[in-house]
């Protein structure tokens, strides 16, 4: 390996990895809330957690657009040397954070009912749910304000500093959940508010760090600037486009779970499991897919096809070992993987049946996953948009065509569908990812 490779992969490794690490925390902060749950004492509380944490990943899901469409803009930013431009994409990032946080606040009440009617849990369950939403609702403003800081520290080439905030985060939630809900009896409402609690310490933490990292920036902010029509634009323009991507994504997980409850509870409890894996992998793959983000943004940002064009093959290269390395792992040791989740044998004898489709995962999801960051950081969401959408359709039209003669391996067919051609369209629409076309302006 030359010097050049080794310094270039010494720079993608310098942002996956903590990004890595701050992807990490999100199953272990549920992990933590699960097993707090599981010590009140009453199985109605895990079912209630499981429901509330449902109704909250899809809202920050719908959310996240803020925190990409920030990175691929600062990183812009950042490449050209506007230093300027840069601080005030803070702000305009957090313009709009705030903004959707207060409306979620506001509407607290018809979106909790309506989320909880959706979910048609039990009376208790409802009841423990709704305790639950209606304490974790508040932390909302600091959460989605985070998106926007993690976005725009990325941007700014910086993986460290969301990762001091998440492991800081996922230790204080820890820590208040366990007081509110052992010493001063909160129940299932504890764990929501030590939520609220790690999410205001976090949004504080970023404050700090943000004011002993970037003091300097200070002096560029210009809040007229900020809000000044064209720019914003821009960012309301690439975030819609991020939205429309993101809710075909979400459509396709969540129908993916519908469809397997109509195969009955142990088609439906062992595709969760299978689901597992693929989460897995999408948790390192992701923190490569962020520094393609942050990578591809500064070059664009930067005007250097060359560079560019280097770092993309790195990229692609360290997302297919991931996706081997996981394809190993999994032909390996699924069997005792799984039996970590689950120790029922009925379970695991039916994940055997299907196992073949999740170990194709990493291979089918690994380039998608990694175009799609280039082009976030790139700013090309039109091509995003459209390309998830026509793969949507085809996921679509794939499983109704199979359904009836192959069941659920229709639905890990039309699965491994949808991410194959996301992949394989966002290479040809690239131009087999030219990086003078990415850079190009416009669409």
Request: charged residues 15%; proline residues 3%.
């Amino acid at each position: 390996m030359n010097w050049k490779a080794s310094a270039i992969n010494k720079n993608i490794l310098r942002l996956a990895i903590p990004n890595m690490i701050s992807n990490i925390t999100i199953p272990m902060l549920g992990m933590v809330d699960t097993a707090i749950a599981g010590y009140i004492g009453e199985d109605v509380d895990i079912a209630a957690l499981s429901v509330g944490t449902t109704i909250f990943n899809f809202i920050y899901w719908n959310c996240a657009f803020i925190r990409m469409g920030t990175s691929g803009i600062t990183a812009q930013a950042y490449g050209a040397g506007n230093f300027k431009e840069c601080a005030n994409m803070l702000v305009r990032a957090l313009w709009l954070a705030l903004i959707m946080a207060l409306l979620l606040v506001a509407f607290r009440k018809p979106v909790g009912d309506f989320s909880l009617h959706v979910m048609q849990g039990s009376d208790t369950v409802q009841r423990l749910a709704g305790e639950y939403f209606f304490a974790r609702i508040w932390a909302v403003p600091a959460s989605i304000s985070l998106f926007a800081i993690q976005g725009w520290f990325i941007g700014m080439q910086d993986a460290r500093t969301p990762m001091a905030i998440a492991i800081m985060s996922i230790i204080i939630n820890a820590v208040f959940s366990l007081l509110f809900v052992f010493r001063f009896d909160m129940g299932i409402a504890g764990i929501a508010w030590g939520t609220v609690v790690a999410q205001y310490t976090g949004l504080t933490a970023s404050c700090i760090l943000w004011l002993i990292k970037y003091r300097g920036y200070m002096q560029y902010f210009d809040v007229k600037e900020s809000l000044r029509f064209e720019p914003v634009m821009r960012f309301l323009h690439v975030n819609k486009d991020i939205f429309f991507r993101t809710t075909c994504v979400i459509a396709v997980y969540t129908f993916f779970t519908a469809a397997s409850a109509r195969f009955g509870d142990m088609i439906l409890t062992t595709n969760a499991l299978l689901m597992q894996l693929f989460t897995l992998f999408s948790y390192m793959s992701d923190g490569f897919a962020y520094a393609g983000e942050a990578l591809s943004g500064r070059f664009v940002g930067e005007r250097n096809p060359d560079m560019l064009k280097c770092y993309i093959r790195h990229l692609i290269f360290w997302s297919l070992m991931i996706a081997i390395l996981y394809v190993i792992v999994y032909v390996l040791a699924w069997k005792e993987i799984l039996m970590i989740f689950s120790p029922s044998e009925e379970v695991i004898n039916t994940a055997g049946q299907f196992i073949v489709w999740i170990i194709a995962v990493p291979l089918a999801g690994s380039i998608p996953f990694m175009i799609d960051g280039i082009m976030i950081g790139a700013t090309k969401t039109k091509l995003l948009r459209n390309t998830v959408f026509f793969s949507t359709i085809l996921f679509f039209g794939t499983f109704y065509a199979l359904s009836p003669f192959l069941g659920n391996t229709a639905l890990w067919i039309s699965f491994l569908v949808f991410l194959f051609f996301r992949g394989i369209l966002l290479y040809f629409c690239s131009d087999k990812l030219n990086a003078k076309k990415i850079i190009a302006p416009g669409e």
